[in-house]
Antibody
Framework: QLQLQESDPGLVKPSETLSLTCTVS??????????WGWIRQPPGRGLEWIGY???????YYNPSLKSRVTISIDTSKNQFSLSLNSMTAADTAVYFC????????????WGQGTLVIVSS | QSVLTQPPSVSAAPGQKVTISCYGS????????VSWYQQFPGAAPKLLVY???KRPSGIPDRFSGSKSGPSATLGITGLQTGDEADYYC???????????FGGGTKLTVL
């Protein structure tokens, strides 16, 4: 059974860079049918799409975050990662890693999520 | 401000039917598939409907999706108290080249 597990960075200080990793088990991240991406949800608010990556390294990012985001992939470890720099309190959220279907870009599987708090 | 517009809340009695709307534009819903997700407090969203009207295995047929032009609708029949959750629509926006979601709708089963 497919499992996506986010790493747990916990607390991040303002202006620092968030680094998150999603480990995929029960399926190959090199499967050509899927993108692998990140979505976040501030406390009490809705979902915000951050971006995704294909196993070949092609990336798409939310235009509102593009200047601060990098998503990378390590097929040898079956992992993909999110880097978000210049963190502020507005970036406090639950961050979900997610599998997207290649043919229509829709999310069809979610990790459990990890809460990231930006605070000094 | 979400790209897709959903009502903040809907409510209905147990056993009744409810619909949740999701309004977008030609750059998103109008020309791309829509998914619907159910989210309970403290949990990850769960896929309910994909490609406008298809249900993953294990999702009861009480849940249905439809799409017309730039809008989509999730229908839930035979409401149960266990259906109380937040519901989100999502799709791809071809102009933004990005995924987009609705702001979410809180369902209350009275």
């Amino acid at each position: 059974q497919l499992q996506l597990q986010e790493s747990d960075p916990g607390l991040v200080k303002p202006s620092e860079t968030l680094s998150l990793t999603c480990t995929v088990s029960g399926g190959s991240i090199s499967n050509s049918n899927y993108y692998w991406g990140w979505i976040r949800q501030p406390p009490g608010r809705g979902l915000e799409w951050i971006g995704y990556i294909y196993y070949r390294g092609n990336t798409y990012y939310n235009p509102s975050l593009k200047s601060r985001v990098t998503i990378s992939i390590d097929t040898s470890k079956n992992q993909f990662s999110l880097s978000l720099n210049s963190m502020t309190a507005a970036d406090t959220a639950v961050y979900f890693c997610a599998r997207h279907v290649y043919s229509n870009s829709l999310v069809n599987y979610w990790g459990q999520g990890t809460l990231v708090i930006v605070s000094s | 401000q979400s790209v897709l517009t959903q009502p903040p809340s809907v409510s209905a009695a147990p056993g009744q039917k409810v619909t949740i709307s999701c309004y977008g534009s030609s750059s998103n819903i109008g020309n791309n598939y829509v998914s619907w997700y159910q989210q309970f407090p403290g949990a990850a969203p769960k896929l309910l409907v994909y490609e406008n009207n298809k249900r993953p295995s294990g999702i009861p047929d009480r849940f249905s999706g439809s799409k017309s032009g730039p809008s989509a609708t999730l229908g839930i029949t035979g409401l149960q108290t266990g259906d109380e959750a937040d519901y989100y629509c999502g799709t791809w926006d071809s102009s933004l080249s990005a995924g987009v979601f609705g702001g979410g709708t809180k369902l209350t089963v009275l």
